[in-house]
């Protein structure tokens, strides 16, 4: 590994705090960002409605989206201002190994749904479809499947939570931001898991009114993925620094 490369250890609440901090930027800027956001959920639904192939770029560009996320949180903290044009700053820093980083997730999200299917989820068959009552009525007794499905994608997404703007903000090597994930993973276990339990209860309280609670969570999300990397990494390289 890169020894120029230093991974600070917070504390679990901090988990919480990069969230309030992601709030503090939103608030700076909130149309600016749901804009962004806005603009992110349009392109990856239209990918996803084009048969065949849209689904698989869809998740080859997660990791270049939020990369572009990460260096617009970077700009905004250093006095810039928020535009549209900054969702595909992504494209711009490193996009050949963040093509990779979302080619490898979505293997492995396609090998967890072959586990899942492997362990009894009922799975539609060449020339079978399902209505919503029937794959409910199919699916009781398996729910423990999806919890597993649900548990490995999160456990696989957090691993390599920090790999966009590593990769982005670095220049690294796709092997070499996600080694980098990981070990700040585990080295931030507490914190993470901190942040993953916050930012699902803050999900579900912004359904609750017609759904417009998320015009402000996933803001958050998006930047929040910029301020956990800020802490862990860029706080132990300044506390390094002579």
């Given at each position: 590994m890169d020894?120029s490369i230093?991974?600070a250890e917070?504390?679990?609440?901090r988990?919480?705090s990069w969230?309030t901090?992601a709030?503090?930027?939103?608030?700076?800027k909130?149309?600016?960002?749901i804009?962004l956001c806005?603009g992110?959920?349009?392109?990856?639904?239209?990918?996803?409605?084009v048969p065949?192939?849209?689904g698989?770029?869809?998740?080859?560009?997660?990791?270049?989206?939020?990369?572009?996320?990460?260096?617009?949180?970077l700009r905004?903290?250093?006095?810039?201002?928020v535009v549209?044009g900054d969702?595909f700053l992504?494209f711009?820093h490193?996009?050949?190994?963040?093509?990779?980083l979302?080619a490898?997730?979505?293997i492995?999200e396609?090998?967890i749904?072959?586990?899942?299917?492997?362990l009894?989820l009922?799975?539609?068959?060449?020339g079978?479809s399902f209505?919503?009552?029937?794959?409910?009525?199919a699916l009781q007794g398996?729910?423990?499947?999806?919890?597993i499905?649900?548990?490995?994608?999160?456990m696989?997404k957090?691993?390599?939570w920090?790999?966009?703007p590593l990769i982005?903000?670095?220049?690294?090597?796709?092997a070499?931001a996600?080694?980098?994930?990981?070990?700040a993973?585990?080295?931030?276990l507490?914190?993470?898991?901190v942040?993953?339990?916050?930012?699902?209860?803050i999900?579900?309280?912004g359904l609750?009114p017609?759904?417009?609670?998320l015009?402000?969570?996933?803001?958050?999300?998006v930047?929040s993925?910029?301020i956990?990397?800020?802490?862990?990494f860029e706080?132990?390289q300044a506390d390094?620094a002579?």
């Amino acid at each position: 590994m890169d020894t120029s490369i230093k991974v600070a250890e917070v504390r679990a609440s901090r988990g919480v705090s990069w969230l309030t901090q992601a709030f503090g930027l939103f608030r700076q800027k909130p149309f600016a960002w749901i804009g962004l956001c806005s603009g992110w959920l349009v392109i990856t639904f239209g990918l996803i409605v084009v048969p065949f192939i849209g689904g698989v770029m869809a998740n080859l560009l997660w990791p270049v989206f939020f990369a572009s996320f990460a260096i617009t949180a970077l700009r905004q903290m250093a006095g810039e201002p928020v535009v549209m044009g900054d969702l595909f700053l992504g494209f711009k820093h490193n996009f050949r190994a963040l093509l990779q980083l979302g080619a490898i997730l979505l293997i492995v999200e396609i090998a967890i749904f072959a586990l899942m299917a492997l362990l009894g989820l009922p799975v539609a068959g060449e020339g079978d479809s399902f209505t919503l009552n029937e794959y409910v009525e199919a699916l009781q007794g398996k729910e423990w499947i999806l919890l597993i499905g649900f548990s490995l994608s999160v456990m696989v997404k957090g691993a390599l939570w920090f790999a966009p703007p590593l990769i982005a903000l670095h220049n690294m090597s796709t092997a070499h931001a996600m080694r980098w994930s990981l070990y700040a993973a585990l080295a931030n276990l507490g914190a993470m898991v901190v942040y993953g339990v916050t930012l699902l209860l803050i999900f579900f309280a912004g359904l609750v009114p017609w759904f417009l609670g998320l015009l402000v969570v996933i803001p958050m999300m998006v930047i929040s993925t910029y301020i956990g990397y800020k802490e862990v990494f860029e706080a132990a390289q300044a506390d390094t620094a002579p």
